[in-house]
């Protein structure tokens, strides 16, 4: 058996949405370069709904294809709806992930979730809860 | 094109070695022990891959035992020594922080049973001094397990000298040479050591079957009980097939090691100049006193296992001290010693050539780790914060 899925190997070869969103509405960025994982979100947020969303990792295969299934599952979404995505979603999306590699779909939704929190602060009055 | 660049983590099998070993998978499948000539043959086979093993290490048969591999013969010579060590009351350990975990994790358990051990630092080129060596030992010295050579960054150790300082003030001296034998000259007599280590899956033998070397004089004790063979050292029908293989691979290897290692320098060489020229990267581990076969870089902003994956896809099979490649947190203990921070650490990559490797390949590998690095650098949150100066490169 490979270590990885066909799908995590997609994404990791051919990553979505990689890139920087200069004037970003939400950036968010976890992980530390000790650890060896880096996540960076970028979204462009149009009428509550994610309307672009880019992102830069360091790190290793799943982390890379865990950030490229995360910015497919919230492209495109209300940004109610983007708050709920859960790193368990990222994995199974990737048609699952080893044990020891499960960290690097909670950094993608961790990765996400500051991004959007990040959007929150600079737009309070979004803020519906 | 493939091209295999992990000879340390295992070799292809010789074909010689192949040849030798089938006759005792299939019709002299005798037991070593039985007495009728079935047996009896299977007895002098191992007799004479003793032989022949002794003679590729400047050693007599009866130091030669025959092991399952390298880490059980690390553990069996450090359980020996501090086992004679003990008895006359000598509980203290020298080694050095960059030994392979078979010898490491074997100090640590020793360590809770009362033995205390001294890690040398090895410094940035990755060689233990000489001159720290004498100031660790004590009167209580029982045992100086120091590698050979380095199974990750390649780097040689003043065997030589180590053996001859140990020697001079009474301390038994093991040294792991599993990446050495057959690839760099290994002598019992010249050398000064005790004990000695080697694995034969790391010079195109088989897996599962590796010696110890044991100085006359120095009594093993076994770690697994059971029947006579190996002289009463080591329990267990002997693994013929492997045993033979291993012995026709290491003549093989020591027969061809000088113009192997002539080839292998200079293709290394060439390969750490290519690499160099990536920006912010850096050869890990001494640039001459290291493996003719072994290289190993760190690059900046990018992590190891994508690298690999990369790579992979291109064809060139390699390694990385990366934690991702081992399932642990931490990155390899041997780049964290010669004084990696964890960042760089974490973008390590192990190329560690064949025998049969040729310029063509070493100039594809190039090509491949610039782009593959390059790319991967492209989309780095680390890479663009060094860029922008808000993160100082260290490499």
């Known amino acids: 058996m490979a270590l990885y899925s066909e799908k995590v190997m997609d994404h990791f070869r051919n990553p979505r949405n990689v890139g920087v969103i200069e004037n970003a509405d939400g950036v968010g960025e976890v992980g530390n370069a000790k650890c060896g994982d880096i996540m960076k979100m970028y979204l462009k947020i149009e009428n509550d709904v994610i309307v672009d969303v880019k992102f830069e990792t360091f790190g290793c295969g799943s982390a890379i294809a865990s950030s490229s299934m995360a910015t497919e599952l919230i492209k495109g979404k209300p940004v109610c709806e983007a708050m709920q995505l859960t790193n368990k979603a990222v994995a199974e999306a990737l048609d699952g992930l080893p044990d020891y590699k499960m960290h690097c779909s909670v950094l993608a939704e961790e990765a996400i979730r500051n991004a959007l929190d990040d959007y929150y602060t600079k737009h309070p009055e979004k803020r519906k809860d | ?395």
């Open chain 2, 1 to 395: 094109m493939r091209i295999y660049a992990d000879n340390a983590a295992t070799t292809a099998m010789s074909p010689a070695a192949v040849a030798a070993m089938t006759p005792y998978l299939t019709e002299q499948y005798g037991n070593p022990s039985s007495l009728y000539a079935l047996g009896q043959r299977a007895r002098e086979a191992i007799e004479s891959a003793r032989e022949t093993v002794a003679r590729c290490i400047g050693a007599s048969a009866r130091e030669i035992t025959f092991t399952s591999g390298g880490s059980e013969a690390d553990n069996q010579a450090i359980l020996t020594a501090v086992q004679i060590g003990a008895k006359a009351g000598k509980r203290h350990i020298v080694s050095d922080a960059i030994e392979h975990h078979a010898v490491l994790h074997t100090l640590q358990k020793l360590q809770g049973q009362g033995f205390e051990v001294t890690l040398l630092p090895v410094h940035e080129n990755g060689i233990v001094r000489p001159e720290e060596l004498k100031a660790a030992l004590r009167d209580d010295t029982c045992l100086v397990t120091i590698m050979y050579a380095n199974n990750e960054i390649g780097t040689i150790q003043p065997i030589r000298e180590i053996g001859a300082i140990c020697r001079e003030r009474g301390a038994l001296f093991h040294t792991d040479a599993v990446q050495a034998v057959g690839h760099i000259p290994v002598d019992a007599t010249a050398d000064q050591f005790d004990l000695l280590s080697a694995s034969a899956h790391k010079f195109h033998g088989p897996k599962g079957v590796g010696f110890l070397y044991a100085r006359r004089g120095v009594r093993l004790t076994n770690l697994i009980e059971g029947g006579a063979q190996e002289r009463g050292r080591r329990a267990g029908t002997e693994n013929v097939p492997g045993i033979v293989a291993a012995a026709t691979a290491l003549e093989e290897a020591v027969l061809n090691r000088a113009a192997n290692a002539e080839k292998l320098t200079a293709l290394r060489d060439r390969l750490i100049a290519g690499l160099s020229d990536i920006p912010h990267a850096a050869l890990n581990g001494d640039a001459r006193m290291r493996l003719p076969s072994n290289v190993n870089f760190c690059f900046e902003g990018i992590e190891g296992e994508s690298l690999l994956l990369l790579l992979d896809d291109r064809g060139v099979m390699a390694s990385s001290g990366s934690a991702c490649t081992s399932g642990s947190l931490d990155p390899s203990h041997v780049l964290l010693a010669i004084g990696r921070a964890h960042d760089v650490a974490h973008g390590s990559l192990r190329l560690t050539l064949g025998d049969d490797a040729t310029e063509e390949q070493v100039d594809y590998i190039i090509a491949a780790v610039r782009d593959v690095v390059a790319y991967l650098r492209g989309f780095s949150p680390v890479w663009r914060d060094l860029c922008a100066g808000k993160l100082p490169h260290i490499l």
